[in-house]
């Protein structure tokens, strides 16, 4: 039987949190993601309000081509990610928006 992982495991993201939390607490809060499954990760979502991503891409010095865009949910949703190495964590970025209707081509 193996162990469970401890929370000390997860040191390392858990401390990237702490030092964004001093440095960027003015910053809009977003959800956030730390498992044992990828113990050196750190991720931030931030759900409808692109805006709010981007706030923290500037704020972390993440050059704008350095966000990759996409598309989920049969393109309802606009998907920005990307990463950047913060206090020894890979801290991951992930934002998602509506992407506004249209109303079938009437000019």
Same mark, same amino acid.
């Given at each position: 039987?193996?162990?469970?992982?401890?929370?000390?495991?997860?040191?390392?993201?858990?401390?990237?949190?702490?030092?964004?939390?001093?440095?960027?607490?003015?910053?809009?809060?977003?959800?956030?993601?730390v498992?044992?499954?990828?113990?050196?990760? %750190?991720?931030?979502s931030?759900?409808?309000?692109?805006?709010?991503? #981007?706030?923290?891409?500037? *704020?972390?010095?993440i !050059?704008? /081509?350095?966000?990759?865009?996409?598309?989920?949910?049969?393109?309802?949703?606009?998907? %920005?990610?990307?990463?950047?190495?913060?206090?020894?964590?890979?801290? #991951?970025?992930?934002?998602? *928006?509506?992407?506004? !209707?249209? /109303?079938?081509?009437?000019?």
């Amino acid at each position: 039987m193996s162990e469970s992982p401890t929370l000390d495991a997860l040191a390392v993201p858990l401390r990237a949190l702490r030092l964004l939390t001093v440095d960027f607490g003015h910053l809009p809060a977003p959800v956030l993601n730390v498992s044992d499954i990828f113990p050196d990760r %750190l991720k931030l979502s931030f759900h409808d309000d692109l805006g709010d991503f #981007e706030a923290w891409r500037a *704020a972390l010095g993440i !050059a704008p /081509d350095a966000v990759t865009h996409g598309m989920q949910s049969d393109g309802r949703t606009r998907v %920005l990610t990307t990463a950047v190495e913060f206090a020894g964590a890979t801290l #991951e970025l992930a934002g998602y *928006a509506d992407v506004p !209707a249209t /109303d079938g081509g009437a000019a």
